[in-house]
């Protein structure tokens, strides 16, 4: 089984790793008992399980090669109640150029309290910690400003803008993990 990551803090979030099986589990079974145990967490939101999310994805990539789990998904837990309120992942381990692109979900009652931005810090001081990742990517829907104004508020670059199968049209932003770390990695 692969290894389960270490629980990532902020001021008001931990970002829970979840396993190969827990992911398996979230998205054929509709389950999140492997996900959570041994975790004083709880999914009243059910997160990933009533909307999977990326799990459609992942599960696939993980099937294939467990090892890559360590780059997937974290429940975004509120550390007051304990209660997961989203969830984010990086869309899979760095390319041949370093790059590494992210995605997250906060479900709708919690949005608009900076927890987007406080979970996506965390998640890329993590992804620059690793050695091979040096660039960052982050691709949002041109009408989705919320989402723009979070990854503006980081400093990215706009890069163009590119046609998803499912998404439709999405911009793409990027800045380099050195850059990143020079102004957030304090």
């Given at each position: 089984m692969s290894k389960i990551e270490e629980a990532l803090s902020t001021s008001r979030l931990e970002l829970h790793h979840i396993s190969a099986q827990g992911i398996v589990d979230l998205f054929e079974?509709?389950?999140d008992r492997a996900a959570i145990a041994g975790r004083d967490i709880r999914n009243p939101h059910q997160v990933l399980i009533n909307n999977s999310g990326p799990l459609a994805w992942r599960v696939p990539q993980v099937k294939e090669d467990e090892s890559i789990n360590k780059w997937f998904v974290r429940w975004i837990v509120l550390k007051e109640s304990r209660e997961i309120v989203g969830s984010t992942s990086?869309?899979?381990a760095p390319d041949t150029d370093g790059m590494i692109e992210i995605g997250l979900g906060i479900e709708e009652p919690f949005q608009g309290n900076g927890y987007a931005?406080?979970?996506?810090a965390a998640m890329w001081k993590w992804a620059c910690s690793q050695s091979e990742v040096r660039t960052l990517r982050y691709t949002v829907s041109p009408d989705n400003l919320p989402s723009i104004a979070v990854i503006r508020y980081f400093g990215f670059d706009f890069m163009g803008q590119q046609l998803d199968e499912i998404d439709g049209p999405e911009d793409i932003y990027e800045i380099s993990?050195?850059?990143f770390?020079?102004?957030?990695?304090?």
């Open positions: 079974n509709k389950s990086f869309h899979g931005k406080e979970a996506l993990s050195a850059n770390m020079a102004r957030w990695g304090s």
